[in-house]
Structure formats: structure tokens, C-alpha cells
């Protein structure tokens, strides 16, 4: 047995020093944890990113059988699955096909083929419904039970998105009366139009599940295919040909969100003039310490020219105050972004995993 003797000359007043791992650190005090890698130079945030760096992400479409269109989107540790279903929506007779392709309509007497999911008539942010879920075991955040207001709230975002950035073009979910007279209003030929069931199934949540699940949206509509479908004069109803089949078409300049995570820092005499920082594409740890969310929404398309990109929206979801030097920073990373996500998808399309 031995006994443990201190040192000549050790100071017996003084306890040693309280020491800390780093996951107890992290759960004691996570937004502390956070400040002291963003306070270093250069600025390391936990998951070893620097603070405009975003997380790898793949693209692979076409992955489910039974859907028109499909797209599995993971960036880091956040998978989603989106999946497209088209359903006919038929034009009821006295029904103004315009108010279709209004944003400001009211309801008609045409109802969507599956009422308990699309309600009365539609304008024509009604043809495209986007649907968010949580899947059980996707995060430990969120336990088992019916979906919460988290999934309604990404529902409603990603529903914004679609109708604010007329993703689709209206064109190719139109069905016309091929046999109607040529001296009719082209508006009255117009017999009904596909609605789209867009699905998204989370199975993976690390933060930021905006950006992948628009991304995976944008990817599985672009890879659908409806079938061909045209009025029948005689029997006076809508007929899909099976063997036949064409494309959603999309908006030329194709829109990317991207989003930052606004982190306080603490205030010292190296840090004067910085109160906050701005972290590309969070994850959920950084997401629950930030004091603001900003998401830019940027277009992206190939023309004469060469790659052309260029910032839609800005959205600021905070009080905190952010300089321009910053958004325009952020501007720039999200550019750069949907040209890499534009790049990603149209290799993806000519060659599909």
C-alpha cells in the first residue's frame, strides 16, 4: 500500500485546478462551447468547418418505383427523400380555368381527386402541395406521436417557396381538348391539370433540413415524368396514356436557399468590433444556440454567357443586427452555392444514380 505525500514547498491552500471533458463542457455550457472555437484565429466551429463552410452534400433521383419523380438529398448528417405523385384535377363545366393560375382566387366546384388532402378549388399555388414529415427516430428532439408544428411550419415555408419563386411552369400541368374549335379562347380548351403531391420524408435530422428539402424538391420535380394525358371528346373525360409520357417543366433561372446561423460572441478586447457571427449551412447544435436565422434565396442558370447567379430574397428571422459586409458575404456563398447545387443537378439528370 502506498501512501501519497505532497511535494516539498506545494502550496496545501490552493485545490487543484477543476478540469472538464469535452462533452461535459459541451452539455454544462454549449453556447460557451460554441463562442470559444468561434473566438480562435482562424475561427474553427466544433464540427471542424470554418464558419462559411458548408457540409458535403449527394444527389441521387429516381430512387422510388411508384413515384413520378424522386430525389434523396444528404448533406452531413441530413438525409431527406422526396417523392411526386401526380393526380388529375378536372375542370368542372362554368368553371374559369383562370382562376386556376391566380394567386388571388376563389373556390370553384372542382375538387382535387383526393379531397382529404387538397381542399375545395385551387389557385394555382394549390396544384403543387408540399408535405413535410419527421420520421420516428429521425432526431432525439422530436419524440413519437403525431406530426407537431415543426413539420407544419416547414410545410408552409416550403409551400411559400413554390409559389413565390414559380418554380413550375404552368404550361406543362395543363390538359387540353386537343378536338376543340380552333376559334374557341385557348383559355376555354383547357379541360383539367395535374396536381403534384410533393412528399418529403426526413429520415435524418442534423439542421438545416430547409435547404435539403427544397433542394430535393427542385431535383425530384425536375426528374418526373407525368404520364400523357388529353381529352377524350366522345366520352367527355381525361385519358392517360401509360406508354407515353413528358416532362415538369421548370423555371429557367432554377432557385437555391441557403442558410446561416447568427452566433453572439462574447465581448473582449480582441473581439471589439465583432458581436456576431455568421455560420453556413448549421447544424442542429449550432441552430439551438443561434440568435437569428438568415436565408438567401439565389437563382442559378446557364446561358451565352456562361453561368449566371443572382440573390431573389433575403430573409431575416431575428432582431439581432446584421452589417452589410455580412449580407453581402452571405450573398456570395450562397451564389457560389446554387451554382455547385446547379452543377450537381444537371450531372445528376444526364447521368441518374
Not at 411508384?66 to 430525389?71: F, I, K, L, R
Not at 366546384?109 to 427516430?137: D, F, M, Q
Request: charged share 20%; with cysteine; net charge negative.
Amino acid at each position: 500500500m502506498s501512501i501519497l505525500t505532497p511535494q516539498a514547498g506545494a502550496d496545501d491552500s490552493q485545490p487543484p485546478p477543476l478540469t472538464f471533458s469535452t462533452s461535459l463542457f459541451r452539455q454544462i455550457s454549449p453556447a460557451l462551447y460554441l463562442q470559444r472555437h468561434l473566438v480562435h484565429s482562424p475561427p474553427t466551429r466544433p464540427n471542424g468547418r470554418s464558419p462559411s463552410q458548408c457540409r458535403d452534400f449527394t444527389l441521387t433521383t429516381n430512387s422510388l418505383s411508384h413515384a413520378h419523380g424522386s430525389a434523396v438529398v444528404r448533406a452531413g448528417d441530413t438525409a431527406v427523400v422526396c417523392g411526386i405523385r401526380g393526380e388529375i384535377l378536372t375542370v368542372a363545366p362554368g368553371d374559369d380555368p383562370s382562376r386556376f393560375e391566380s394567386y388571388h382566387s376563389f373556390p370553384t366546384s372542382a375538387t382535387h381527386a383526393c379531397g382529404a388532402r387538397g381542399a375545395g378549388g385551387a389557385s394555382w399555388g394549390g396544384l403543387i402541395i408540399p408535405n413535410v414529415e419527421l420520421s420516428t427516430g429521425c432526431s432525439k428532439k422530436y419524440p413519437l406521436g403525431p406530426p407537431g408544428g415543426l413539420a407544419q411550419t416547414f410545410s408552409d415555408q416550403l409551400h411559400e417557396l413554390i409559389n413565390v419563386t414559380k418554380l413550375v411552369s404552368l404550361d406543362s400541368l395543363r390538359i387540353y381538348d386537343s378536338d376543340s374549335d380552333s376559334s374557341l379562347p385557348p383559355t376555354m380548351k383547357i379541360k383539367g391539370y395535374w396536381s403534384l403531391y410533393v412528399d418529403v420524408l426526413c429520415i435524418s435530422l442534423d439542421g438545416n433540413i430547409l435547404d435539403a428539402a427544397w433542394y430535393a424538391i427542385v431535383a425530384a420535380i425536375k426528374s418526373s415524368r407525368l404520364p400523357l394525358a388529353s381529352w377524350n371528346q366522345a366520352e367527355e373525360r381525361i385519358f392517360c396514356h401509360e406508354s407515353l409520357s413528358h416532362p415538369i417543366s421548370l423555371r429557367q433561372s432554377l432557385p437555391f436557399t441557403t442558410t446561416f446561423a447568427l452566433i453572439p460572441l462574447p465581448r473582449s478586447e480582441d473581439h471589439r468590433n465583432e458581436t456576431a457571427i455568421l455560420l453556413n449551412d448549421p447544424d442542429s447544435y449550432e441552430e439551438d444556440e443561434a440568435c437569428e436565422i438568415l436565408t438567401i434565396l439565389s437563382t442559378a442558370e446557364f446561358g451565352l454567357a456562361g453561368l449566371r447567379t443572382r440573390v431573389e430574397k433575403i430573409e431575416k428571422r431575428g432582431g439581432w443586427k446584421v452589417g452589410l459586409a455580412q449580407i453581402e458575404s452571405c450573398a456570395h456563398l450562397a451564389a457560389s452555392k446554387a451554382a455547385r447545387y446547379l452543377h450537381s443537378l444537371t450531372h445528376d439528370q444526364l447521368t441518374p444514380m
